[in-house]
């Protein structure tokens, strides 16, 4: 047992929100700069307050979807969403059991 008493490694449901930042002007921006790093805080620190103990909401580097972001991805099923502040309080409902917010997909610009 490890000193937060888990017997094993892991999380029920694991979310990463690209925390990545390039140059001002670089051709395919970042997520930074449309203000992942905040919105990733306050996911995280919203998803403790609502007590889940075996999630983790972390800043990832760049997921490779830069022009659709600011991007958010959780497993164990691998969906992809494009985080808000509007989207936060569906996201942590999903982390919480609840249904997948269909409606903050991510959806890819051509
Ligand atoms: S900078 Fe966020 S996905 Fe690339």
Redesign the pocket.
């Known amino acids: 047992m490890d000193p937060k008493g888990r017997e094993v490694p892991g999380y029920r449901m694991h979310a990463f929100v ?1 925390g ?1 930042t390039r140059p001002e002007g670089s051709a395919r921006g ?2 930074s700069e449309k203000g992942s790093l905040e919105l990733m805080r306050k996911f995280k620190l919203d998803s403790k307050g609502k007590g889940l103990t075996d999630v983790r909401v972390q800043k990832s580097g ?5 022009e659709n ?3 958010c991805v959780i497993y164990p099923n691998g969906d992809w969403f494009r985080i808000t502040e509007e989207s936060i309080p569906k996201l942590i409902e999903f982390l919480d059991g609840g249904k997948l917010p269909s409606e903050y997909l991510l959806n890819l610009k051509a």
């Open positions: 690209c990545h970042c997520c760049c997921l490779d979807f830069c972001g600011p991007t």
